[in-house]
C-alpha cells in the first residue's frame, strides 16, 4: 500500500506544473471568465492570416474594459500598426490584447479586474474608430468570439 501511494503523488507532480498545476494555482485557472471590452459591431472577423483578432467598432472616447481579470503586460505604442496598444496577462495560457486605443488607463505592471476601464476608444494607426481585440492561448491567436459570451 505505501508503494501504492507515493506513484499518485508522483504523478501530478511530474504532469502537474505543464497540464494540471496552472489550472489551479493560477487565480483565473485555464478558463477566463471573460466579457466583451467593449459594446459595438464586429467589423472585422477572426481570420488566421490576416486579421489576428477581431475588430469592435465604436465611438470615440468609448470606454475599452479589460475582458478578464490580470496583470497588465504592455501598456504604449511601438507595435506598428496597432496604435495605442495594452496586453494582458491572464494565466499562464491567455493574454488579450486591446490595439488603436486614443487614450491609455493603466500601466505596465499593474493589476486590473474584469470590467475595469483600461483604455479610451481611438484610431490610432487605423483608418475608422474601432477596438482591435484578441485573445491569445500559449501565444497563439484564437478567435475571440469563441470563448466570449453571446452578444
Given at each position: 500500500?505505501?508503494?501504492?501511494?507515493?506513484?499518485?503523488?508522483?504523478?501530478?507532480?511530474?504532469?502537474?506544473?505543464?497540464?494540471?498545476?496552472?489550472?489551479?494555482?493560477?487565480?483565473?485557472?485555464?478558463?477566463?471568465?471573460?466579457?466583451?471590452?467593449?459594446?459595438?459591431?464586429?467589423?472585422?472577423?477572426?481570420?488566421?492570416?490576416s486579421s489576428k483578432g477581431i475588430g469592435i467598432a465604436g465611438k470615440p472616447g468609448q470606454a475599452v474594459v479589460a475582458a478578464g481579470p490580470g496583470?497588465?503586460?504592455?501598456?504604449?505604442?511601438?507595435?506598428?500598426?496597432?496604435?495605442?496598444?495594452?496586453?494582458?496577462?491572464?494565466?499562464?495560457?491567455?493574454?488579450?490584447?486591446?490595439?488603436?486605443?486614443?487614450?491609455?488607463?493603466?500601466k505596465e505592471g499593474q493589476t486590473v479586474t474584469r470590467g475595469q476601464r483600461i483604455a479610451e476608444?481611438?484610431?490610432?494607426?487605423?483608418?475608422?474608430?474601432?477596438?482591435?481585440?484578441?485573445?491569445?492561448?500559449?501565444?497563439?491567436?484564437?478567435?475571440?468570439?469563441?470563448?466570449?459570451?453571446?452578444?
Amino acid at each position: 500500500m505505501s508503494g501504492v501511494k507515493p506513484e499518485p503523488a508522483a504523478i501530478p507532480k511530474t504532469e502537474g506544473p505543464s497540464a494540471s498545476e496552472p489550472k489551479s494555482a493560477v487565480v483565473a485557472g485555464d478558463d477566463v471568465d471573460w466579457i466583451w471590452p467593449v459594446n459595438g459591431r464586429i467589423v472585422t472577423p477572426f481570420n488566421e492570416t490576416s486579421s489576428k483578432g477581431i475588430g469592435i467598432a465604436g465611438k470615440p472616447g468609448q470606454a475599452v474594459v479589460a475582458a478578464g481579470p490580470g496583470r497588465v503586460i504592455f501598456s504604449g505604442t511601438g507595435i506598428r500598426g496597432l496604435g495605442k496598444l495594452i496586453v494582458i496577462k491572464h494565466n499562464e495560457k491567455f493574454l488579450s490584447v486591446y490595439a488603436h486605443n486614443r487614450a491609455l488607463l493603466v500601466k505596465e505592471g499593474q493589476t486590473v479586474t474584469r470590467g475595469q476601464r483600461i483604455a479610451e476608444m481611438g484610431d490610432t494607426d487605423t483608418d475608422q474608430v474601432k477596438l482591435h481585440f484578441e485573445i491569445r492561448r500559449m501565444g497563439k491567436p484564437i478567435d475571440p468570439a469563441t470563448l466570449l459570451p453571446p452578444a
